[in-house]
Antibody
Framework: DVQLVESGGDLVQPGGSLRLSCIAS????????MAWVRQAPGKRPEWVSTIGESGNDPLYLDSVKGRFAISRDNSKDTLFLQMHSLRVEDTALYYCAKYRSLTSGSVFDHWGRGTLVTVSS | EIVLTQSPATLSLSPGERATLSCRAS??????LAWYKQKPGQAPRLVIY???NRAAGIPARLSGSGSGTDFTLTISSLESEDFAVYYCQHRYSWPPTFGGGTTVEIK
């Protein structure tokens, strides 16, 4: 079974940094694009960032460009999200999500349980 | 950015009834639309992709239709596990965005 397990969420002050991790299992990690999707309490999900199978072509939501960096380590089946200059509006549950296939476009067929990022003074 | 508008916000129905959920896009997205179901305290789960393709393990009572700007998710006969929030999401351009959700609740 596909499993995605996120970690690294925490309470941080505005302007702070965090690094999220997502350990994948149950599929060939290096064959799939991956994404981070966040959801603030009571709000709709919001796509944050995507990375290709080999770590190429990262894409970002405009509001996080220059502050967040997505990366992956295929030797460890792990996805990362490095977050700097955090803002109150970045507060959300951050999900790691797997692309359905190489050609599916942004269709996310498996999601982790999420890790909570709270930005507050 | 493409905006997806879902209606109604809440649908109050009884088990066995038919549910019809709507998603409208601010511009044409061809057939590049997915639906997700989310229960409280859980992550979203893919139910339909590319308008009408059911994801693995999704029962046939859920079906999708539409193209261009207007899309529908239909649940032919509601069962207890179907009561949840449903989000539509497009993949037509960057960024992919989600609709505001429709809550299907027990009447």
């Amino acid at each position: 079974d596909v499993q995605l397990v996120e970690s690294g969420g925490d309470l941080v002050q505005p302007g702070g940094s965090l690094r999220l991790s997502c350990i994948a299992s149950g599929f060939i990690f290096s064959n799939y694009g991956m994404a981070w999707v966040r959801q603030a309490p009571g709000k709709r999900p919001e796509w944050v960032s995507t990375i290709g199978e080999s770590g190429n072509d990262p894409l970002y939501l405009d509001s996080v460009k220059g502050r967040f960096a997505i990366s992956r380590d295929n030797s460890k089946d792990t996805l990362f999200l490095q977050m700097h200059s955090l803002r109150v509006e970045d507060t959300a549950l951050y999900y790691c999500a797997k692309y359905r296939s190489l050609t599916s476009g942004s269709v996310f067929d498996h999601w982790g349980r999420g890790t909570l990022v709270t930005v507050s003074s | 950015e493409i905006v997806l508008t879902q209606s109604p916000a809440t649908l109050s129905l009884s088990p066995g009834e038919r549910a019809t959920l709507s998603c409208r896009a601010s511009q044409s997205i061809d057939t590049q639309l997915a639906w997700y179901k989310q229960k409280p305290g859980q992550a979203p789960r893919l139910v339909i992709y590319d308008v009408s393709n059911r994801a693995a393990g999704i029962p046939a009572r859920l079906s999708g239709s539409g193209s261009g700007t207007d899309f529908t998710l239909t649940i032919s006969s509601l069962e207890s596990e179907d009561f949840a929030v449903y989000y539509c999401q497009h993949r037509y351009s960057w960024p992919p965005t989600f609709g505001g959700g429709t809550t299907v609740e027990i009447k």
